[in-house]
């Protein structure tokens, strides 16, 4: 489906470029995010994403996948705003719910906070961690596609990824002991 949009877009039919918008605008989000770690940041990262992927459509080989392709911006694009931008870590206070709620509710509570942990971890984690994880887990994408979007080795890949879970294991206890400190 890629393709046939790319080569609408290339024949000069700028509306159909909104087919990737629609498509790739929340995983370049959720990537950009992994990276700079603030909303605002990421939202910035992604619109100059779409408009360097606009720009350099007529350079895309088909070599990759053009998901593949245009995460690869988007990564470049977050890591070089980061780098000329001193950013701080905000640290989440997880919230207690301690009403009585139905079941359904309560699920979806518990739920929502699992969610807010994780995110909160990915935030903690560093910028090469948390986007990896993100691309593996969350975009399952495969060791030689996170190879290729974020230009490194399969070697450098797979040892990122597994300090990253090691990492990951530890953030997330450190914020579950806190929130049971705070509960």
């Known amino acids: 489906m890629d393709e046939i949009y790319i080569r609408k877009v290339l024949s000069g039919d700028v509306e159909s470029y909104r087919y990737f918008i629609k498509t790739y605008q929340d995983m370049a989000f959720s990537v950009a995010l992994s990276?700079?770690?603030?909303?605002?940041?990421a939202?910035?990262?992604?619109?100059d994403a779409f408009i360097k992927c606009y720009q350099s459509l007529s350079s895309f080989k088909g070599k990759s996948k053009f998901s593949t392709w245009f995460y690869r911006i988007v990564v470049h694009i977050a890591f070089n705003s980061i780098r000329y931008k001193k950013l701080t870590l905000i640290d989440f206070d997880l919230t207690d719910h301690d009403q009585a709620y139905d079941e359904s509710i309560l699920d979806e509570i518990i739920d929502n906070e699992r969610r807010e942990m994780i995110n909160d971890a990915l935030a903690i984690l560093s910028p090469k961690e948390s986007v990896a994880l993100r691309l593996f887990y969350l975009e399952e994408q495969s060791m030689e596609e996170i190879q290729e979007i974020m230009g490194w080795t399969l070697a450098n890949t797979k040892v990122i990824l597994h300090r990253a879970r090691k990492n990951m294991q530890q953030v997330l206890s450190q914020l579950i002991k806190k929130s049971e400190y705070h509960g």
Do not use: F, G, S
Not at 35 to 41: N, W
């Open 43 to 47: 939202e910035d990262v992604v619109q």
């Open 35 to 41: 990276i700079v770690k603030q909303e605002h940041l």
